[in-house]
């Protein structure tokens, strides 16, 4: 199944946006890119999860797909294939809950978090394939084309990275995704140490909870997202609510809006402090 070619509105554009504060509609952000994606409940009613494929990676048209609900995943060298999977995997920031063990090891631990440090490094590692058994271990969907992809979507302002580091100062755990309006779209981690992984998760839900994020779209359920407290949504609530979210507005975060947080106190009060 293949996209529609549209023609282009060459007034619209993803670096017009990032530089503004100007409200930034639904359908705005679903016009952008030269591509017009498939209704995913019309095309797909049975709920395979694949509606389309074809198309490219530019940042206007990846934001035009995540602003209808739509992910690329694919494999190199293999053409570029959207989904939409029925149900959707989320996670609500104000109700995640972590566990009393890892609780217990973010007050004993002298690690710290950063946003948008070193994304590119995260990109990469999330990239390596892992032996840990995990379904999102397997990596081989991020390749060069995709880390081009959403490295400039990190360097455009809607791609965002939290890392983990160790007492030496190495990066030992993160994830990435994309963040627009008040929803943010989980993409991948990695960890080189144990709980690193889960400790940014924790990081990301208490950075979310404090900008205003009501969602994080966890995309495909799996049992180690389901262990950090995850549910699903039926696609259709989850595209329902989807135009309010993307429409909304929330804190913004640049490589440098937040001072870096000690896992310690990941169980304080509003513990990500915006740099003065």
Known sequence: MSHSAKTANPSVSVDNHINTDAHIKPETLKSLGLY?????????PEGVGLVAMGGDLASETLISAYAQGLFPWFNEDEPIAWWCPEPRCVMLPTDYQPSKSLRKQAHRERWQLTLNQDFDEVI????????????EGEHTWIHDEMIAAYTKLHAQGFAHSIEVWDNNSQLIGGLYGLKIGN??????????????SKLAFWGLMRLCAQSNVALVDCQLPNEHLMSLGATTLPRAEFLNQLDTLIASRSVKW???????????????????QPQL
């Open 183 to 196: 929803i943010y779209f989980g993409e991948s981690m990695f960890h080189r140490a144990s709980n690193a």
């Open 254 to 272: 640049h490589k440098d809006s937040h001072k870096p947080l000690a896992v310690s106190l990941l169980d304080t009060a509003e513990p990500w």
């Open 36 to 44: 017009d994606f498939p209704n995913p409940i019309s095309v797909d």
């Open 124 to 135: 990469h590692s999330c990239s390596m394939p892992r032996s840990d058994g995990l379904p």
